[in-house]
């Protein structure tokens, strides 16, 4: 099992950047593939990137396409937001897997709030 731990969540302003970070336990074939959820108040949880080793090009949400990147490190996958309004604001959650879309191990959230 691999521990995913995100953080950098906050309060930003509409237009503002936040850059959010989840460092798994270790690096293994289980955190292959890393990506980027969110969950806002009464909605399901939505996705909004992926990064995987030798898969080519991240994915994006159209949602976010645009505004934000995902990147990564060995063990460390990061989610630059900018220009972020208030329909960006949710929990976001990390997620690693063997491949992009089968995700096995979960973080516990940080909290993203933009204010208009």
């Known amino acids: 099992q691999v521990q995913l731990v995100e953080s950098g969540g906050g309060l930003v302003q509409a237009g503002g950047s936040l850059r959010l970070s989840c460092a798994a336990s270790?690096?293994?074939?289980?955190?292959?593939?890393m990506g980027w959820f969110r969950q806002a108040p009464g909605k399901e949880r939505e996705f909004v990137a992926a990064?995987?080793?030798?898969?080519?090009n991240p994915v994006y949400s159209d949602s976010v396409k645009g505004r934000f990147t995902i990147s990564r490190d060995s063990d460390t996958v990061y989610l630059q937001m900018n220009s972020l309004k208030p329909e960006d604001t949710a929990i976001y959650y990390c997620?690693?897997?063997?491949?992009?879309?089968?995700?096995?191990?979960w973080g516990q959230g940080t909290q993203v709030t933009v204010s208009s």
């Open positions: 270790a690096r293994t074939f289980i955190t292959n593939a």
């Open positions: 997620a690693a897997g063997i491949v992009i879309g089968q995700y096995s191990n």
């Open positions: 990064i995987a080793w030798g898969a080519g």
